[in-house]
């Protein structure tokens, strides 16, 4: 994504509210559009109890999806067109503004990603708590990795120029410009990843209704359909294939087996004279500070590894999870039974993606910093997309709007944005407001 976005903050942030909801996003709702717009509802209704009801028909509503909508609008367009407007049926049915749904770009939703981490974080302008805006000092911007369901995005800003246009992006803030570094990665989401190593493992059985799996704990077995495995572009299904079949799956718990199965999903050869990240995309060496988080946080949460440990450590805490069997694991961890046996292939998966994908080493990887939240906000690109769309933040120098007058800003404002997050089975609604 060449070009330049203009990007506006909100004066005031005084609360965000999230609204999960059952499901995996509205992309799920493919052959069921009625659905995709009734499962918006409860959160809806939830905005309307936050917003005070003289100002729900000033409120205005953006509904913006990524991967797992960009992956449906590929695999059938139709569909996709029946299910945004159902969506939009849905929200119109509340006394909001409701301003159109859309469907981010990947290098769009990396980009809102950077943007909220460093909003939160005050890397970009710092709120007094006499409401004036200045500069921080000898503050660098952090850059952002987010890993999805369907795709997995990185930005920073490099210490060198972009040699590749389609992966640059220019943000004018506050009179200072910031050219960054971003790509994202579609069918590296972590569930479509996933999807595609159990395929990968299928095909290499020649297709055998037995699948031996590496990467799940040894004692471990699940049944699962061709039409639930191969069920997206990511992962077509072979024409030879009955979408009924049942798939045995049966853990073996090897993972020096599973890292080399998942380095195939990757294609590591760059061309001449370039460097880059993977399957042949140019990326400049990480540079600065970094927030990981949505599935690279959840994952390393649940292994107790957010605390900056040393990338050995790391391998090592991920390598000993996976030699457990599957009933020493039930035993120890009896209350996530739904996802546990996902938790070692996730997380070899996340260190081949950051070590061998992004490039990480152990000098650099202590600069990741593995985070839900920043400023006790949730980290994402719902905060980025909606700064941006609502265009409240100046893009010139702060003497254009230091010390306001509170009385200028005495209305009350109220932002919806429903951000479908694919994989993540959740639903986010964030409200902001300023009080008078």
Not at 30 to 56: F, H, R, W
Not at 261 to 269: C, M, Y
Not at 303 to 319: D, E, G, K, P, R
Not at 360 to 372: G, K, L, R
């Amino acid at each position: 994504m060449g070009g330049r976005v203009s990007c506006y903050p909100v004066l005031l942030l005084l609360g965000i509210t999230r609204c999960s909801v059952a499901g995996s996003g509205i992309s799920s709702y493919a052959d069921d559009p009625a659905g995709a717009g009734a499962s918006l509802k409860p959160c809806l209704a939830k905005a309307m109890t936050i917003i005070p009801a003289e100002q729900q028909q000033q409120t205005p509503t953006y509904l913006g999806a990524t991967a797992g909508m960009r992956l449906l609008r590929e695999q059938n367009s139709t569909k996709a067109e029946q299910v945004f407007a159902e969506v939009s049926k849905a929200i119109r049915e509340y006394p909001v503004d409701f301003r159109g749904a859309q469907i981010l770009s990947g290098n769009e939703e990396g980009a809102f990603g950077w943007i909220t981490v460093n909003y939160l974080l005050e890397t970009l302008i710092k709120i007094s708590f006499a409401g004036e805006w200045e500069h921080p000092q000898n503050t660098e911007v952090l850059g952002a990795l987010d890993l999805g369901g369907a795709s997995t995005q990185i930005t920073f800003q490099p210490g060198v120029t972009i040699e590749d246009k389609n992966t640059s992006v220019l943000f004018r803030l506050y009179g200072t410009n910031f050219s960054l570094y971003t790509h994202s990665y579609l069918c590296y989401g972590q569930t479509q990843a996933l999807k595609r190593l159990m395929a990968a493992l299928h095909q290499d059985s020649l297709y055998a209704q037995h699948v031996s799996h590496p990467c799940y704990p040894n004692g471990y077995q699940e049944n699962i359909t061709i039409a639930e495995l191969y069920d997206s572009p990511c992962v077509p299904i072979p024409s030879m294939l009955s979408p009924a079949q049942i798939l045995t799956v049966t853990g073996t718990g090897n993972p020096a087996a599973c890292r080399t199965a998942i380095l195939k999903l990757f294609n590591f050869t760059c061309g001449a004279n370039r460097t880059c990240g993977f399957d042949g995309v140019y990326q400049p060496p990480v540079r600065g500070q970094f927030f990981a988080f949505a599935g690279f946080y959840y994952t390393f949460s649940f292994l107790n590894l957010t605390s900056q440990q040393s990338l050995s450590h790391v391998n090592a805490t991920v390598w000993d999870f996976c030699n457990k069997n599957w009933s020493k694991l039930v035993e120890t961890f009896p209350d996530n039974k739904e996802h546990l046996h996902t938790y070692c292939v996730a997380g070899l998966y996340i260190l081949t993606l950051l070590v061998d994908g992004y490039k990480f080493d152990e000098q650099t990887w202590s600069n990741i910093h593995f985070s839900q939240k920043a400023g006790n906000t949730d980290i994402g690109w719902t905060l980025g997309f909606m700064l941006n769309l609502t265009n409240m933040i100046p893009t010139e120098a702060l003497e254009h709007v230091k010390g306001q007058q509170p009385s200028l800003w005495a209305g009350a404002i109220s932002f919806i944005v429903l951000a479908i997050v694919t994989g993540l089975v959740a639903i986010l609604l964030q409200c902001f407001w300023k009080s008078k």
